[in-house]
């Protein structure tokens, strides 16, 4: 079995116009091994495996699917061929109970009515097999992401899959999830059955996978078993080049204060977790590092610092002066910026140009506006500044944003926010989605503002992030902080069960 | 810099300009069915429309609320509003110019025009405070409650026109406003009036705030992605309630080019649905204020062109009203022509 190969891809193209999104893909998994494929975003990973899914037609090029060769019209055909696909975005209906969600296009029973009895058994026993933990009544809005997530495999099993493919499945966990689910797939090995596993996360290809594919602009640069690689040379082939991600950082020369935050409590929004008495100091010259899963009061605290949302309890101190409930405008003039978590959600406008985007927030500057009109000559000035200084590929100031790489647009971001001089910079996810050139440049950048006497807040779900930046790392938990110390004197293990709400015996915390 | 600005807007009037051409072929398509040569309508209806310079006053004055009112519109839409009150706005906008026109007596004719133009700009901002402040304060959604206030405001003039300003006779209108209030006639006979050019000036203006200056960025910024806005400090409640204001006062302006300009006094339901055409117009315009006007002059044409078409061969007037509807209905399907037609063209890049 384990000499099989469950899939060969040869010479896979899909070109959308101009775009040439595969332009030869080959691909050898063999049967009964973890394959990982890396590369950038937009390098064609998805497109691929949307042509393996039967999502996308490819225009050339051919599949073969254990020995046999195969074009999918549809998923349901892939589906009845053994593929299972667990995508990046779960696909569930939230009101329906877990197993509700898992048999759902399957469902037994004859006629209209559903036989639960039989399909309970059976997810019971594949969870029972790979010791896969799963309350099936519960209702999937009720349940962590990372269960849910659980879920979306158990589903993927229930439909008999062979060959199981994981997009960006760790994006969302923390470090012990991750562990967790790494052992998961370990035992569906076991077990002969095939995984798939893209990612852009190199140490995760190589504590996981038995080969890696590298794809680069829509082709394939190499394979190799695991044995033969190293993070270093995956990273050059990824991108092309070598790259450098070991950071120069000089010890730390807090100055003066520059935010002082004491019992932080926001207004509950929806069902948003609310910032439930933070408390903690930036310097001018320190990056803070905050850390936790994604929902556990990340918005309510930056959105609290930025008079976007109300503050109900506590006190907000910027530059000794108090800005409870000061307009957004009015502290972006003072020399508070953000680099906020979402580029096309509250980063960019989508629809406008990069010029008019390069100004947003800071439109109303008088260097860009006199008599009542905005001077263009300068806006366009300006605007080539921040794009040599933080190069930027674009065509013109004239080309919509959105004709960017999410590398460019995040720079552009980037360049805009740090132009005026800030004072205080608050970065969150400032590397989410981008590519590793960009990765690294964002890097120096931020470090750089370090030097120059800002104070950073950093944001951040990615743990070697926080970690290589910051000098003091904060994890918080459902509003507050589990702790909060210098990198050097907390582990990622630690650091992973404060993440998940476990408080670390001996560990005082800042509150 | 200029091939990418070309390109911007090629993409950007595609979708109007396959509206049009869709609607034109189908409507040959009905010509065809009645027995007639769709050629031979389409240039009597060119040179009805086009043909000398009273045809082309005439296609004006009848384009010329569609400027308005389409203006009115896109402001609202640009800043993320569905402002389908214009009809009652242009209403109590109509009255209100023409109850200054007849209340006041003896002034320069410049300042009794700037009078009553800034009634009618006042009563149609007032008319639209109401599902402003509905809006921001409580949420109501601006559809409902402009599409209600209509009918109110329906009521109301004509309560003023029949009870109250009733010039006596058979017809539901007021009296006469006096002369100095008239806005003057750009080509007489024709009622082509200096509303045009108002309209024009208009529009001009409306396109150098919203591109050119900070605030109409904001309003750009808050009706495209209110989110970045928010981050970037800029209020959107501010901003939705003045736009809507705006486009009422503009609305207002458009019921008095039609008192003030074409009756000489407010005619109750003068309005064949200006205010609603104006919607399609603004969307055929792409919402840009220098898309407008030719939009606007397009459906002028038909309504016109088509009036002489009928004359000239077998084919009603009614095809004209067949070509706008027909054009609203194709610009309804815009997302198919942008964004499919896009991706077909060049390409999904997902």
Known sequence: MAKEEALVINGLKKHFGHVKANDGIDLIVRAGTIHAIVGENGAGKSTLMKSLFGLHQPDSGEIYLWGEKVQFSSPLQALSHGIGMVHQHFMLVEALSVLENIILGAEPGKGILLSYKNSRKTVEEICKKYGLDLDLDAIVENVPVGIQQRLEIVKVLYRGARLIILDEPTAVLTPQEIDRMFEILREFKKDGCTVIFITHKLNEVMALADDVTVIRDGRTVGHWPISEVNEKILARQMVGRDVVLDLVKEDAQPAELVLQIQGLQTEQVNGDQKADGLSFNIRAGEILGIIGVAGNGQDALIEGILGLRKVEKGEILYLGEHINGVDTSHLRQKGVSCISADRLKTGLVREFNVRENAILGYHTGKEFVSNLLFQNKRIDHYANQIITEFQIKTPSLEAPITTLSGGNQQKLIIGRELHANPKLIIAVQPTRGVDIGAIEFIYQVLLECRRQNTAVLLVSNELEEVLSLSDRVAVLYQGRFMGCNTPDHLSKEEIGLMMAGVRPEGEGGSE | ?350
């Open chain 2, 1 to 350: 810099m200029n091939t990418s600005r070309l390109k911007h807007f090629f993409w950007q009037i595609l979708p109007s300009v396959l509206a049009v051409l869709s609607a034109l072929l189908i409507g040959a398509v009905i010509i065809f069915a009645i027995g007639e040569n769709p050629l031979q309508a389409y240039a009597a209806m060119f040179q009805g429309a086009f043909g000398d310079p009273s045809s082309w006053a005439e296609t004006l004055q009848r384009a010329t609320p569609y400027i308005f009112g389409g203006l009115a519109f896109s402001i609202a839409t640009r800043s993320g509003l569905f402002n389908i009150g214009i009809e009652g706005q242009m209403y109590v906008g109509a009255i209100a110019g023409a109850i200054v026109g007849f209340s006041i007596h003896n002034i320069p004719a410049f300042l009794h025009i700037a009078l009553a133009l800034a009634a009618a700009a006042l009563a149609g901002y007032v008319w639209a405070i109401i599902p402003a402040l509905l809006k921001v304060k409580s949420g109501v959604h601006e559809v409902i409650s402009t599409i209600m206030l209509n009918y109110v405001a329906y009521a109301l003039t004509a309560y003023l026109t029949v009870r109250v300003f009733h010039e006596p006779g058979a017809v539901a209108q007021t009296y006469k406003v006096d002369p100095s209030a008239i806005l003057p006639a750009l080509m007489p006979p024709n009622k082509l009036n200096t509303g045009f050019i108002i309209a024009i000036v208009l529009a001009i203006v409306i396109y150098v705030f919203l591109f050119y200056t900070p605030w109409g960025y904001n309003l750009r910024v808050t009706g495209l992605n209110p989110g970045a806005g928010r981050y970037a400090g800029i209020k959107s409640t501010r901003i939705v309630l003045r736009a809507m204001l705006m486009s009422g006062a503009i609305a207002g302006l458009m019921g008095a080019e039609r008192s003030l300009g074409i009756y000489g006094r407010f005619i109750n339901s003068f309005s064949p649905g200006y205010g609603f055409t104006a919607i399609a117009v603004s969307l055929l315009g792409q919402n840009h204020p220098l898309g407008i006007i030719p939009a606007a002059i397009l459906f002028g044409a038909f309504e016109n062109g088509a009036s002489f078409m009928s004359l000239q061969v077998n084919v009603p007037r009614e095809l004209g009203l067949i070509l706008e509807a027909l054009i609203i209905v194709f610009i309804a399907a815009e997302h198919f022509f942008r964004d499919g037609l896009r991706s077909m063209l060049k390409g999904d890049k997902s």
